[in-house]
Structure formats: C-alpha cells, structure tokens
Nanobody
Framework: QVQLVESGGGSAQAGGSLRLSCAASGRTFSMYAMGWFRQAPGKEREFVAAIHCSRGNTDYADSVKGRFTISRDNAKNTVYLQMNSLTPEDMGVYYC???????????????????WGQGTQVTVSS
C-alpha cells in the first residue's frame, strides 16, 4: 500500500501561481510513476501531468503544457506541481496518484493508477 497526502491548494488570482505537493509513504519502492489529475464541478476527472519516479521524464496535458511543471524529490518521496499563469479553467480538486507497476509509457488513464490522495482544492478568481 502507498499512502498519499496532498497539500498546497488554495486560492489565486488569474495569472497567479500555486504549488501543490504530494507526499507518499508506505511501499514507495514500488512506485513507477506519479501523476496529477483534476476534477472541476460537474466534469470528469482529467489527466494533468505525470512523472516517472526513476527516470524523471514527464508528460503533460495540452491544456497545461508550458504553464505547469511536475517534479519530484525522491529523497522525500514527494512530487510537486508548480502551476503558473493560472486561469479560472484550472479550478477544481487536484488529486495525486501513483502507478505501482511498469508501463511502456507514462500513463494518462485514471484506471492505470493504483493509489490516490484525498485531493486538494484549487480556486482561481478572474
């Protein structure tokens, strides 16, 4: 089992920045990839970004590419999501997730992730 705890959510104005953190504990040696997803009210949960836990390669949704940066600190078993140039369309609950097994590419599918955090709210005012 892997436990995930997100933090760093809050409110920002359009054009502002927020940094989310996700700390993992438990069987962290089994982690293959970590990802961020978000869910706006009335919408489905969607992929935001992912990072390979060892190699560090990344993948981003087109909607956040160039504005968001995912990174990890393996010594702390923590993944971050730096969010810049925020827009109201970025609002929602952001979830951290872990993939525990190998895949040839970084996964974007929700079902590819084994463990999920409780989510942290991000609000962006225009």
């Amino acid at each position: 089992q892997v436990q995930l705890v997100e933090s760093g959510g809050g409110s920002a104005q359009a054009g502002g920045s927020l940094r989310l953190s996700c700390a993992a504990s438990g069987r962290t040696f089994s982690m293959y990839a970590m990802g961020w997803f978000r869910q706006a009210p009335g919408k489905e949960r969607e992929f935001v970004a992912a990072i390979h836990c060892s190699r560090g390669n990344t993948d981003y949704a087109d909607s956040v590419k160039g504005r968001f940066t995912i990174s990890r600190d393996n010594a702390k078993n923590t993944v971050y999501l730096q969010m810049n140039s925020l827009t109201p369309e970025d609002m929602g609950v952001y979830y951290c997730a872990v993939r525990g097994g190998f895949l040839p590419v970084l996964p974007r599918r929700i079902t590819a992730y084994n463990y999920w955090g409780q989510g942290t709210q991000v609000t962006v005012s225009s």
